[in-house]
């Protein structure tokens, strides 16, 4: 008797691209042709399908091929579980295009307003005691952020600014570069480490909402 194993119709991928410094994890038919498949691409990395080159990615983060024929189909690819596929952008758009909130038009609503309605989640959270409106969880939190914020803080001590680092971010070959800070942040909660590449790579220029941390090349 002969066994043949089958492929599962669905793949579970990464998907990276020169315009995001992050990566999503996706399920997708293997019965898509590319160019369906660069369709549904859009709505995760925001470049234009026409736009787009394809490279996958084996788990073990080596090049197995380029996806070029808009007709050909997912499946005859060697897409497996846990693969990448990285999305270049030839639009013309920058990195972090598309991550920049600050243009983005966004609707307001008054505290005091806000603390009249009835059918609004802190109005439901009040009325059972949930979230932080229930003392009891609210101090358990407290304390545990609190011992958190000691634990960072005596990792944080160990490294040196001006030391020398290796950075491995998901999806993007190593980067070497400098640590320029250590320390609290404005933006996020949380001990921090600021680090300039040796090459001009990143998210800014060490500054974040309009204060600079350290400076380097944009």
Not at 66 to 77: A, M, P, T
Request: aromatic fraction near 8%; hydrophobic fraction near 30%; include cysteine.
């Amino acid at each position: 008797m002969e066994v043949t194993g089958l492929s599962a119709s669905t793949v579970n991928m990464f998907i990276s691209s020169s315009l995001n410094s992050f990566r999503s994890q996706k399920w997708y038919s293997r019965s898509l042709t590319v160019a369906e498949f660069k369709c549904k691409l859009q709505l995760v990395v925001g470049s234009p399908a026409s736009c787009m080159e394809l490279e996958l990615y084996g788990p073990d983060n080596k090049v197995y091929c380029k996806l070029g024929q808009d007709d050909g189909l997912l499946g005859c690819y060697p897409v497996d579980d846990g693969c990448c596929i990285h999305v270049t952008d030839h639009s013309g758009a920058r990195l972090g295009e598309y991550e920049d909130m600050s243009k983005v038009e966004k609707y307001k609503i008054s505290q005091e307003a806000y603390e009249q309605r009835q059918d609004s989640i802190r109005s439901c959270l009040k009325h059972n005691k949930l979230g932080r409106f229930n003392e009891e969880e609210r101090a358990q939190q407290e304390a545990e952020n609190s011992q958190h914020l000691i634990e960072e803080e005596a990792q944080a001590s160990t490294i040196p600014v001006g030391s020398r680092c290796e950075v491995q971010a998901p999806g993007q070959p190593p980067r070497r570069g400098a640590v320029m800070y250590v320390g609290l942040t404005d933006f996020i909660p949380g001990y921090w480490i600021g680090v300039r590449y040796d090459e001009p790579l990143g998210k800014n220029d060490g500054s974040m909402n309009g204060k600079c941390y350290f400076e380097c090349q944009a």
